[in-house]
C-alpha cells in the first residue's frame, strides 16, 4: 500500500500469474479505483509482462484514509479468463497539517475584582492530523513580566485564568499572544485582549495642602481654615468625588470659666468625602484633623486666650472618626468655613 510520505509518481510492483501459454497465458491489466492511482505496464526481459501501480495523485489521510482498488488481469484464450484482485490502500499519517485557532484574535471584558482562579477566556486550535500529530499544546508566545504574574494559560486545556488582582488602574488592557505547537512542532498563533473595566474599587484621597493653624480665636467668619485637594483613582462615575463636611468643627465653650491648669482640650474637624454616586455602595474616606488646643490664662487673669497647634492628622474610616468627634460637643466653628472649603477644592 501507498505509505507516508509517497509522493506522486512512485511506483508498486504488483504480479499476476497465468500456469497457461501463449495466447491463452496473460495478455492485458485493467485497474479500476480512483485517481490517485493507474496502472503502468512495464515489458520484461523475456516479453512478459510486469504490471505497477503508480501513485498519480499525491494521498492525503485526511481526505481518505482508505482506497480501495480492484487490478483485473485477462488472459488471450476464447472466452477470455479474467482474475481480480482487490488492494486496499491505507493511508499512513503524515504531520502535513498545522494547528488552527478557531478564532484569529480573542477579545473579552472582565471586570478588575474578578476573582483569582477565574477563567477569563479559553482558546482553541484544531489540528487536522491524528495521534501525536494532531496533539497540540498552548503557550504564551509574547508576554510580559508582569502578565505573565497575572495570567496562567494551561497547556492542554487553552484555559486563560487570572492568578493575581486584576487592577484597571494598573493596567486597563492586555494583549497577549497565544501560541498552538503539534508534536511534529508546527504552530499557530492568535491574539488575546483582555479589556479590564473599572469597578470602584477606590476611595478619595484628601490631602490638606494647607491648613491655617495656629487659628485665632477671634478669626474673621469666612477665614479659609483649610485647602483640599481630592483625588479619586477610579475612572467615570466612580471617581467623580463631592466633597461634605461631616459634622462640625466644635470648639470648647469659651465662656467656661477655665482653671488654670486646664487641661489640653482638642478640636476635632472631621473631613468626610463621598463618591458622587454614593449610595450604600459609595466608598468612603474621611481624615480627621485634630487641633490641638492649649488653654491659658492671660496676664491680666481676666480672659482667656486659645491658641491653636498642629495640626496632627489621623486617617481611617469615618465610623473610627466619628467617635473622637463626638468626645467634644460644644460651640460651633463660623458655620461658612463650610464654603470655603468648597470652594477650595
Ligand atoms: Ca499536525
Ligand atoms: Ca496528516
Ligand atoms: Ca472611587
Ligand atoms: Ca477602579
Known amino acids: 500500500g501507498g505509505g507516508a510520505g509517497a509522493t506522486a509518481g512512485s511506483r508498486f510492483p504488483l504480479e499476476a500469474q497465468d500456469a497457461d501459454l501463449g495466447p491463452n497465458s496473460l495478455q492485458s491489466y485493467e485497474l479500476s479505483g480512483d485517481e490517485h492511482f493507474s496502472l503502468a505496464v ?68 472582565v471586570p478588575e475584582d474578578l476573582p483569582v482562579g477565574s477563567v477569563v477566556v479559553s482558546v482553541t486550535a484544531k489540528d487536522a492530523d491524528e495521534g501525536q500529530n494532531g496533539q497540540v499544546k498552548y503557550s504564551f508566545h509574547k508576554i510580559s513580566d508582569r502578565e505573565s504574574e497575572l495570567f496562567r494559560l494551561d497547556a492542554e486545556s487553552g484555559k486563560i485564568t487570572v492568578e493575581d488582582g486584576l487592577d484597571f488602574e494598573e493596567m486597563s488592557s492586555h494583549e497577549l499572544e497565544v501560541q498552538v505547537t503539534d508534536d511534529g512542532g508546527l504552530t499557530d498563533h492568535c491574539e488575546v485582549q483582555i479589556d479590564i473595566l473599572d469597578e470602584n474599587d477606590n476611595v478619595p484621597e484628601i490631602t490638606i495642602i494647607s491648613l491655617s493653624s495656629p487659628m485665632p480665636e477671634d478669626a474673621p467668619v469666612g477665614t479659609v481654615v483649610a485647602l483640599l485637594k481630592v483625588r479619586d483613582r477610579d475612572s467615570g462615575e466612580n471617581g467623580q468625588v463631592s466633597c461634605e463636611l461631616s459634622g462640625e468643627i466644635t470648639i470648647l465653650s469659651l465662656s467656661s470659666p477655665v482653671p488654670e491648669d486646664a487641661p489640653v482640650g482638642t478640636v476635632v474637624a472631621l473631613l468626610k468625602v463621598r463618591d458622587r454616586d454614593s449610595g450604600e455602595n459609595g466608598q468612603v474616606s474621611s481624615q480627621a484633623v485634630v487641633f490641638r488646643m492649649c488653654w491659658y490664662a492671660n496676664t491680666s487673669g481676666s480672659s482667656e486666650t486659645c491658641t491653636c497647634q498642629g495640626p496632627f492628622y489621623s486617617s481611617g474610616n469615618s465610623q473610627g472618626s466619628a467617635g473622637m468627634q463626638g468626645a467634644y460637643p460644644g460651640a460651633v466653628l463660623p458655620v461658612s468655613a463650610r464654603h470655603s472649603l468648597r470652594e477650595s477644592m
Not at 504490471?51 to 488472459?75: G, Q, W
Not at 499519517?93 to 477579545?107: C, G, K, L, R
Open 42 to 109: 512495464q515489458a520484461g526481459p523475456g516479453g512478459d509482462q510486469r504490471p505497477e501501480l503508480v501513485l498519480a495523485k499525491a494521498l492525503d489521510r485526511e481526505e481518505a484514509a482508505f482506497h480501495e482498488l480492484v487490478l483485473r488481469a485477462m488472459d488471450g484464450g476464447d472466452p477470455a479468463r479474467t482474475g481480480t484482485a482487490r488492494i486496499r490502500v491505507t493511508v499512513l499519517d503524515a504531520n502535513d497539517n498545522a494547528p488552527v485557532f478557531s478564532q484569529a484574535e480573542y477579545t473579552v471584558r
